[in-house]
């Protein structure tokens, strides 16, 4: 209650703590904000017209450093265009002088059922937000999850393909671990490499299965689907940057002479080198429809020569470390591994 006249504030305090309220008082603007600086309130009684800080003063000072307080303004009948003013910059209420006690008690009343509806609805919001926001990231893992079956169904109808992305996976695991990235790290890349080769399912299976040497033109088709790859997952991989550009650029090479960018050394995000490299061992370790596998042992001494040129010599490392055991390669058994998205953050929201 904020009032400079005393006589005025305990006629009010009287009725309002009658009414089983707590109340405090302040015989000026400066002791209020002094008063609710050490204990907010949820409700301020203003006179207006006082001598140092004026009510509309007052009103502007609490409502931008407590937003959530109710404020009903006290005015003279004369001034009803201040108290219009008054409710324009946030005030809940106004009430005229000569007041009746009644009525600033049903003021009263009102103004906080108000705010505690404003409050309730607020926090509500921020809920049904955060609802929202979980169940669009559930929705994404689901279609990712979709698009993961998809990837092994496709592979699983074609021999030559059949388990590459889990072994692509399952050896870029092995490097990432090898090397100690950050677990969000290793997801991330757990993520793009089983989806890496998504986009082949733009591309003409033909050309795909073609026994003997490409043309050029053929070449260049089976080349666009790290670009299709990514044009299918980037609308469910917002959160996940990391693992798109796995999928758009995992045939890129140092060199600068690979696909679709032609990025060069650093410019490839080093995510994308692990996959690389574990793409490329699985994929010359595979029979092809022109070509028989190529042994372990011929696999592993070509990622070692190309070191610096297409691969890099820190991934290439890292996966001679990860699996000393070359007779056991190439790894079959699927490793239990969850397709997960990065938690989305909740952004605070603005009330
Ligand atoms: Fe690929």
Same mark, same amino acid.
């Given at each position: 209650m904020v009032d400079d006249e005393p006589r005025l504030r305990r006629v009010l305090v009287r009725l309002l703590e009658g009414e089983g309220f707590t109340c405090s008082e302040a015989g000026s603007g400066t002791e209020a904000l002094e008063m609710m600086h050490h204990e907010p309130v949820p409700l301020v009684i203003s006179d207006l017209r006082m001598p +140092?800080?004026?009510g509309v003063t007052l009103l502007r000072e609490i409502l931008a450093r407590w937003p959530d307080t109710a !404020?009903? !303004?006290v005015t003279a !009948?004369?001034? !009803?265009?201040? @108290?219009v003013a008054c409710l324009q910059l946030g005030a809940l209420d106004y009430v005229a002088k000569p007041f009746h006690l009644d009525e600033v008690r049903a003021r009263v009343m009102q103004a906080l059922d108000?705010?505690?509806l404003i409050l309730e609805n607020r926090m509500y919001q921020h809920q049904l937000e955060e609802r929202v926001q979980e169940q669009a990231h559930r929705i994404e893992e689901l279609s990712l999850e979709r698009l993961q079956a998809l990837v092994h169904f496709l592979e699983e109808k074609d021999p030559y393909t059949r388990g590459h992305s889990v072994r692509v996976a399952n050896y870029s695991l092995g490097i990432a671990r090898q090397l100690q990235l950050d677990q969000e790290v290793i997801d991330l890349i757990a993520l793009g @490499?089983?989806?890496?080769d998504i986009g082949k399912i733009g591309v003409s299976e033909a050309v795909l299965h073609k026994a003997g040497k490409l043309s050029d033109t053929?070449?260049?088709h089976i080349m666009e689907h790290p670009v299709i790859? @990514?044009?299918i997952l980037e609308p469910l991989m917002r959160d996940a940057p990391g693992a798109l550009a796995i999928v758009r650029s995992h045939h890129e090479r140092l060199d600068g002479k690979g696909f679709p960018d032609g990025l060069r050394g650093d410019a490839i995000p080093f995510e994308v080198r692990v996959v690389t490299v574990a793409d490329s061992f699985d994929a010359m370790t595979s029979v092809r429809p022109y070509r028989p596998a190529l042994s372990v042992q011929r @696999?592993? +001494?070509e990622l070692e020569d190309m070191q610096g040129v297409q691969f890099d010599p820190r991934a290439v490392a890292a996966f001679l470390a990860a699996f000393p055991d070359r007779a056991a390669l190439p790894v079959t058994a699927p490793e239990a591994r969850p397709l997960h998205l990065p938690a989305r953050p909740v952004e605070a929201r603005r009330t």
């Open positions: +140092q800080m004026d !404020v009903i !303004v !009948v004369a001034e !009803v265009e201040s @108290a108000k705010r505690r @490499a089983e989806l890496h053929e070449y260049r790859g @990514a044009r @696999a592993t +001494q």
